[in-house]
C-alpha cells in the first residue's frame, strides 16, 4: 500500500518560512515525478510545484516562483518544498502527489497517489 505523509505545516507570521516534507513508502519514488498542490479556504486545490524524477526539471505555480522550491532525496524517499516569503494567501491545506511516470507535471490528473495534506496558516 503507497501512503505519501506530509508534514510541517503549522502557524508561521507572514514573512517567515516553513518547510514542508512528504516521506512516501510502500513505493519507491525513484522513477517519479512528485508534485505539490494546496487548497485555500473556499478554493479549488491549485498547482504549486513539481518535480521530475532525477530532480532536473522543476516548475511553479505563478504565484510562488521565486519564494517556494521543492526538492527531493530519492534514497530517502522524500519530497521537499522550502516556502519562504510566506504570505496570508499561501494559507491553506498542502498535498503531496506521486506520479508513475518520471515526469514533471502540473495537472493533477497526471497523479497516481496523494497524501492526506498538512495545514499551513500564515498570518498577517
Known amino acids: 500500500q503507497v501512503q505519501l505523509i506530509e508534514s510541517g505545516g503549522g502557524l508561521v507570521q507572514a514573512g517567515g518560512s516553513l518547510r514542508l516534507s512528504c516521506a512516501v513508502s510502500g513505493r519507491t519514488i525513484v522513477l517519479s515525478g512528485m508534485g505539490w498542490f494546496r487548497q485555500g479556504p473556499g478554493k479549488e486545490r491549485e498547482f504549486v510545484a513539481t518535480?521530475?524524477?532525477?530532480?532536473?526539471?522543476?516548475y511553479y505555480g505563478d504565484s510562488v516562483k521565486g519564494r517556494f522550491t521543492i526538492s527531493r532525496d530519492n534514497p530517502k524517499n522524500t519530497v521537499y518544498l522550502q516556502m519562504n516569503s510566506l504570505n496570508p494567501e499561501d494559507t491553506g491545506v498542502y498535498y503531496c502527489a506521486a506520479d508513475r511516470s518520471p515526469g514533471a507535471t502540473m495537472l493533477e490528473a497526471g497523479y497516481d497517489y496523494w497524501g492526506q495534506g498538512t495545514q499551513v496558516t500564515v498570518s498577517s
Open positions: 518535480i521530475s524524477h532525477n530532480g532536473r526539471y522543476t
